[in-house]
Structure formats: C-alpha cells, structure tokens
T-cell receptor, first 118, second 114 residues
Framework: NAGVTQTPKFQVLKTGQSMTLQCAQD?????MSWYRQDPGMGLRLIHY???????DQGEVPNGYNVSRSTTEDFPLRLLSAAPSQTSVYFC?????????????????FGDGTRLSIL | AQSVTQLGSHVSVSEGALVLLRCNYS??????LFWYVQYPNQGLQLLLK??????LVKGINGFEAEFKKSETSFHLTKPSAHMSDAAEYFC????????????FGSGTRLQVQP
C-alpha cells in the first residue's frame, strides 16, 4: 500500500507565485487534512475535508485554498506565495467514523513537502 | 476547546537510560490522546493512543504512556533508550472522532547519547 503520497517533496518559489501541493491516499479514507509544521509550533491545521465536495477551515487557513473532487485526492493551493508560508506541509488521512473495535481511527501522514518562498 | 502542552522542547538521555517525555492536555470532554514520532525528513508515525479502554497504553518500539485524569497528563516513557529512538515526539489530543481534528503539542526532540 502506498498510504498517503505527497508531491513534490521539495519546492522553492518566489514571492507572489502560485502552486499546488498534491496529496493522494489509497486507503479510502473519508477524512483528509493539511497541516503546516514550523519550528517550536508543532503541527497546525490549515484545512480539512470529511468527504468529496466538503471542505472546512482549520486553525491557519489564510492564503490557502483546497478542494476535494474525489475521495483519493486533496490538493492544497497557495494563491500568492509569501515568505511567511515557508514551512513543511503534511497531508494526513483517516477514517471519519470509528471502525469496529477502534473508537478513534489514527491519522496516516505523508512524508511532507518542504516549501521555501524567497 | 482542546490544547496540549509538552514540557521540554529538547530532552537528552544516555543510551540505556529511562526516557520520560511529558504531555499535559486540556479538554472539556474525555479526550482521545495520541503520541506520534517523527524521524528526520519523514512524516509522523503513530506510537500509541489512548481511547479510554485502559489507562496504561503500550505502543510500538517499547514505548508506553499512562493516562492520568487527575493530573490531565499522558506522559510517554520507555525503560531503556536506544540510539534509534532519537527523533521528535508529538503529543496530540482530539475530543471526538468525527469532524474534529487533532491538536498537536509543540514537540519534544529526544537526543540519545552513546
């Protein structure tokens, strides 16, 4: 199983450029989310989705857009990159509802995209 | 509201020594609690989780954590550190399993000295 796949692994952008970070999962998970990781701040939720066509904002959504046209894919778009968006971005997925014997399905993480904005 | 506090951004232990990483949580309802580990240039991997079935939870790689409601704590321990345990560890809390996302602590970097 591939699990959660993120592309690209590294990217350098100039201020004002736009780009899309890709995330795909092959576990048929309803719930997908994007986090950013910054030193000393842990992971902060950007956007999440509970199924195709349904998205919602997290803790730090400004400057980012998402869409969920399929169960498998959950791309994150930076509309106009800013240096403050330099970070490591993680996509994660999990089952939305408890499975038999597991009231709290764990999240599965991709390996991250390291984004630098100059 | 839910929050997590991890005491100590860096912890250094000798190989073979006890590992203790501290996590305190705040939650208005009984929480679900998680410990994740992150090795360099990788994503997060689940070490263990508490879901109210038992207060002492055993995870992978010899780690365990104890849920103490009276202290609102969920500290991670391992009796004997190994060099391969060097990584960053994150405590996380969730109040339910539906739409609510995980809230992560700021992380603790564990260094293991030979």
């Amino acid at each position: 199983n591939a699990g959660v796949t993120q592309t690209p692994k590294f990217q350098v952008l100039k201020t004002g450029q736009s780009m899309t970070l890709q995330c795909a999962q092959d576990m048929n998970h309803e719930y997908m989310s994007w986090y950013r990781q910054d030193p000393g701040m842990g992971l902060r939720l950007i956007h999440y989705s509970v199924g195709a066509g349904i998205t919602d904002q997290g803790e730090v959504p400004n400057g980012y857009n998402v869409s969920r046209s399929t169960t498998e894919d959950f791309p994150l778009r930076l509309l106009s990159a800013a240096p403050s968006q330099t970070s490591v971005y993680f996509c994660a997925s999990r089952l939305l509802f408890p499975a038999s014997g597991d009231p709290s399905p764990p999240q599965h993480f991709g390996d991250g995209t390291r984004l630098s904005i100059l | 509201a839910q929050s997590v506090t991890q005491l100590g951004s860096h912890v250094s232990v000798s190989e073979g020594a006890l590992v203790l990483l501290r996590c305190n949580y705040s939650s208005s309802v009984p929480p679900y609690l998680f410990w994740y580990v992150q090795y360099p240039n990788q994503g997060l991997q689940l070490l263990l989780k508490y879901t109210s079935a038992a207060t002492l939870v055993k995870g992978i790689n010899g780690f365990e954590a104890e849920f103490k409601k009276s202290e609102t704590s969920f500290h991670l321990t391992k009796p004997s550190a190994h060099m391969s345990d060097a990584a960053e560890y994150f405590c996380a809390v969730s109040m339910d399993t539906g739409r609510r996302a995980l809230t992560f602590g700021s992380g603790t970097r564990l260094q293991v000295q030979p």
